[in-house]
């Protein structure tokens, strides 16, 4: 490709709007253009890298059995209503109705589509295992999307799907996804963990998610360095250290002036934040028959302690959890920032499991500038639900082994799912086993974002002049720069170049602009095309052409007639030191 035809221009300067170095970078590239929140157009620079992604993706896939097909983004809402998805995914799911009233949902995964082609293929467990995947484009209205292409709400994602008659069945292709997921990341130089995480509107029985590990992350991380333990902060469960056994002291009620938050209150009260009790108050979206509907929570937990709202909104089986108002706290009779749940009827209560555990805590009294001294779980007040609510925090200890946990952050590249019977069962997706019985599909559900995977490049693989892209993902393997000479035809000897290092495919971004050595240059770094081919007359001079490294590794003066063997070897290298980062994962069973 010749730059002086290129369909995009590099920027001097990003958008204001660029948070993070990938999207600053993509963008000054001319990799990606922004239409409006979440919504981005790939051109040609960044089409190149995401076709190279998911290519990577297709050879993973295939090398495990997998075959592609392609689904559509368009559902008919009623493949969502049978398995209940319908009612219970929120405001991010995007619905309309067609032009003859019909409910139609654009698709965020495609659990019900590839259910329902099961339920019409599978017949017997001969037809078993199978693993099918698709490349197709998702829309999620996400409310927030930040950070260029980490969180969108257009996007490609490669969705597979594994069918097997039993359990055991799933393991063997879930094991077999683990490890095809630590091939393709290490085949795009993106570094990861993998860590359990919450199989949210998923559903089914276990789940991990693959972490780039960043400072930008929006996932918070739980870690162990002494046991190897990685989950993802929202279903991390972590030791509780009960507090001593005491005597139920006698419920008191004491004055408390201004004392609004748990600091103000120990420190007023003279005691630690461990001995308070936070309350928080949430109104949780639920389905009932089919209806969406509000329910005020009260959660309980210790003061010193943060509330999980993954863990809640799982327990609660809510769609959606938001903080209460004022108003619709005291409507219930409860004084915002002295709430309590002593006296208080007709509302949910959910309690922490270390609560019941923990003797004569200091809460509020429902009264304005008053608290209760020695409340006692069960004597005073009684919980609909007792459950870990609490999230986990750097230095509390390990569930596995008791070492302190560490906290990190991270962005989610891929996620993993054992879904096993929730949607075959609910869509009559059934097979005749060998001894004659029939059942459901056993089922499994795995992502990956090559546009998410991109940006992840990008962040990982830059210096303060511009991207430093892989040779497995780079648009092109060669930008070949020509700088125009006085006593040598540095132009054509450049055009002859171009044409030979095509014929023998190599991938080439030939820069024949008529502009500044210094334009070409700095624009040759913001691109990050691996290896740099300078045809300029000092090089000439000095015995042939000037071949450079992006990463820095290696710069060499080779002789004009040696150039397309050197150029062809210097990829071959680099593609082997990728290569020989792909190796077996341990999987933490």
């Given amino acids: 490709m010749r730059m002086s035809r290129l369909f995009s221009q590099t920027l001097r300067r990003p958008p204001s709007e660029a948070e993070i170095p990938s999207h600053r970078l993509l963008l000054r590239a001319g990799y990606i253009r922004q239409l409006g929140a979440g919504l981005f157009s790939h ?62 949902v654009l698709a965020m995964t495609h659990e019900e589509v590839v259910t329902d082609i099961a ?63 630590f091939d393709l990341f290490n085949r795009c130089l993106v570094p990861c963990i993998a860590v359990k995480s919450d199989v949210g509107m998923m559903g089914g029985k276990l789940a991990h998610e693959f972490m780039y590990l960043t400072p930008i992350g929006e996932d918070s991380l739980v870690l162990c360095d002494n046991c190897g333990y990685s989950s993802n902060r929202q279903v991390a469960p972590f030791v509780k250290e009960a507090p001593p056994a005491e005597e139920a002291l006698r419920l008191e009620e004491v004055y408390t002036p201004d004392c609004k938050t748990i600091a103000g209150l120990a420190e007023f009260m003279g005691i630690p934040e461990s001995k308070t009790a936070k309350a928080i108050f949430l109104i949780a979206t639920v389905a009932e028959d089919e209806q969406d509907v509000e329910k005020f929570v009260l959660a309980i937990l210790r003061g010193d302690m943060e509330l999980n709202e993954t863990k809640l909104t799982n327990a609660l089986r809510a769609k959606e959890l938001r903080p209460a108002t004022e108003e619709e706290i005291s409507v219930k009779g409860i004084e915002p920032g ?17 609560i019941p555990r923990s ?8 009264r304005v500038d008053y608290h209760y001294k020695n409340v006692n779980y069960d004597r005073d007040y009684a919980a609909d639900l007792i459950t870990d609510i609490s999230a986990a925090q750097e230095g509390y200890g390990c569930a596995e082994c008791g070492a302190p946990l560490r906290m990190s952050r991270g962005v989610e590249i891929g996620n993993i799912f054992q879904l096993g019977t929730r949607y075959s069962a609910a ?35 830059h210096d303060e002049h511009g991207l430093i892209m892989p040779i497995t993902v780079a648009p092109y393997q060669v930008h070949l720069v020509f700088l125009p000479g006085k006593k040598v035809d540095t132009q054509a000897m450049a055009e002859q170049l171009y044409q ?17 050595p210094g334009v070409k240059f700095n624009d040759a770094d913001l691109i990050g095309i691996p290896l740099r081919l300078v045809v300029g007359e000092r090089a000439l001079t000095a015995g042939g052409l000037e071949l450079k490294r992006r990463d820095g590794k290696g710069s060499w003066t080779v002789p004009a007639e040696e150039i397309v063997r050197t150029v062809l070897q ?20």
């Fill in 119 to 181: 339920r019409q293929e599978i017949r017997s467990y001969r037809q078993l295992p199978l693993l099918v995947y698709h490349i197709q484009t998702k829309f999620r209205d996400d409310p927030r999307p930040r950070a260029g292409l980490i969180r969108v709400r257009e996007f490609r994602m490669k969705d597979s799907y594994t069918l097997d008659c039993d359990w055991e069945g799933l393991d063997k292709q879930y094991r077999a996804h683990y490890q095809a997921y």
């Fill in 427 to 461: 869509m009559g997706a059934n097979f005749l086993d060998k001894d004659g019985q029939l059942k459901p599909i056993v089922m499994g559900s795995y992502g990956i974002g090559p546009g998410r995977l991109l940006a992840c490049v990008a962040e990982e693989h």
């Fill in 43 to 104: 051109m040609p620079l960044g089409k190149r890298s995401l076709v190279k992604i998911e290519n990577i993706i297709r050879g993973a896939m295939d090398a495990i059995g997998g075959q592609e097909m392609e689904m559509p983004v368009v559902n008919p809402a009623e493949v969502w209503k049978k398995t209940g998805r319908w009612y219970e995914i929120g405001a991010e799911m995007a619905r309309f109705v067609d032009r003859v009233g019909r409910d139609m």
């Fill in 570 to 589: 210097r990829i071959s290298d680099m593609e082997a030191e990728i290569e020989a980062t792909v190796a077996p994962i341990e999987y933490p069973g």
């Fill in 500 to 516: 030979d290092l095509q014929r023998v495919g190599v991938e080439v971004l030939y820069d024949d602009r008529d502009e500044r």
């Fill in 338 to 354: 002295f709430g309590s749940p002593i006296g208080i009827k007709d509302i949910l209560v959910v309690v922490d499991d270390l």
């Fill in 359 to 366: 003797p004569n805590m200091v809460g509020g009294a429902n």
